[in-house]
């Protein structure tokens, strides 16, 4: 079974500054996907960012970037240039990359961010 | 519009009274899931579904039920609420079971059992 730790549960950053969230996961699989999911005050559910795990190259969107350790199991967040919508909780996600069991996400247990003015 | 749909989003309700929460998405996607969330625990699978009339448990799935009669639909049913199935729940949606098919959720069912 797959765990998947976030061992920061609150953070604040001051706008447009950088802030980075810790994700680290357990697995004997050779080949998954990570994800980064955002959920703001709405409670909608909005996927930030996902890294392959065969992919060395570390995902990037607009702001959004990780830095993948893949030996070390360790998923980490960058948020550059912090905006006040950025205030949410944020889960790392894992998952197999063939889903036919029956968890396809396995998720940590959040860190909220505020992103202070 | 591609969407999730859940209902209701917000439900108070006491002891032993059922109550069903629905699911319907409009994109023709196979696999079909819920998933609680709890403070500090992340989201946890409860059921899911690989297609019509195919669902098994997830990690959570002890105090409800689900049921896959068409593709768009997958509601969740409490027979019996009790407090401890107070949380926020979550259905989902995806094409597939591989990473390159996220998910896609809905906007959440807060539930409340006095």
């Known amino acids: 079974a797959q765990t998947v730790t976030q061992s920061q549960p609150e953070m604040s950053v001051q706008e447009a500054e950088t802030v980075t969230l810790s994700c680290t996961y357990d697995t004997s699989e050779s080949n998954y996907y990570l994800f980064w999911y955002k959920q703001p005050p709405s409670r909608q559910m909005i996927l930030v960012i996902r890294?392959?795990?065969?992919?060395?190259q570390n995902a990037t969107e607009n702001r959004f970037s990780v830095n993948f350790q893949k030996a070390a199991k360790s998923f980490s967040l960058k948020i550059s240039d912090s905006q006040l919508g950025d205030t949410a909780m944020y889960f790392c996600a894992f998952m197999k990359h063939w889903g036919n069991a029956g968890n396809m996400l396995t998720f940590g247990g959040g860190t909220r961010l505020m992103v202070k003015p | 519009e591609a969407q999730v749909t859940q209902n209701p989003r917000y439900l108070i309700t006491v002891t032993g009274k059922k109550l069903t929460v629905t699911c319907s998405q409009n994109?023709?996607?196979?696999?079909m899931s819920w998933y609680r969330q709890d403070p500090g625990l992340g989201l946890r699978q409860i059921y899911y579904s690989m297609n019509v009339e195919v669902t098994d448990k997830g990690d959570v799935p002890e105090g409800y039920k689900v049921s896959r009669k068409e593709k768009r639909n997958f509601p969740l049913i409490l027979e019996s609420p009790s407090p401890n199935q107070t949380s926020l729940y979550f259905c989902a949606s995806s094409p597939g079971t591989t990473g390159n098919q996220p998910q896609h959720f809905g906007d959440g069912t807060r539930l409340s059992i006095l």
């Open positions: 994109m023709n996607h196979e696999y």
């Open positions: 890294q392959e795990a065969y992919k060395q």
